[in-house]
């Protein structure tokens, strides 16, 4: 099996899509405690900051994006003084407002594409 890039994998799956709901943070501290978007087609994009681009502030992830669509999916590297930060990134849009910029879980998305990659072998 050929290895795959997984910002190309997500693209694939998510350019274009619409936000069609938005699961809440879990306060359950065993769940993910981040909001996660759902697109058509079911894919879930677990997030775990999002920044108004107009604004530059953080930006809620709840109900108000359903209806939004990813137009961009990047692969960000940012240094602070929490140390080294890399996230797959999306932008979501409507048209109306600032496109919002959306961090995803990494390890999730790991997870989420090996998943796939096994299923080809052992379905």
Known sequence: MEPECLVEWVAKRVAGRWVVDVVPPSKDPADYPHPALVLEGGMILPVVKALDTGTGKAAEVNLSLTGWA??????????????????????????????????????????????????????
Not at 87 to 110: R, S
């Open 70 to 123: 990813v137009n961009e999916v990047a692969y960000v590297v940012s240094e602070g003084p929490g140390g080294r930060m890399e996230y797959v990134t999306v932008v979501i849009a409507d048209g109306q407002h600032a496109p919002i910029m959306a961090g995803l879980n990494l390890d999730i998305l790991i997870y989420l594409l090996e998943d796939t990659q096994f299923r080809r072998i052992e379905p």
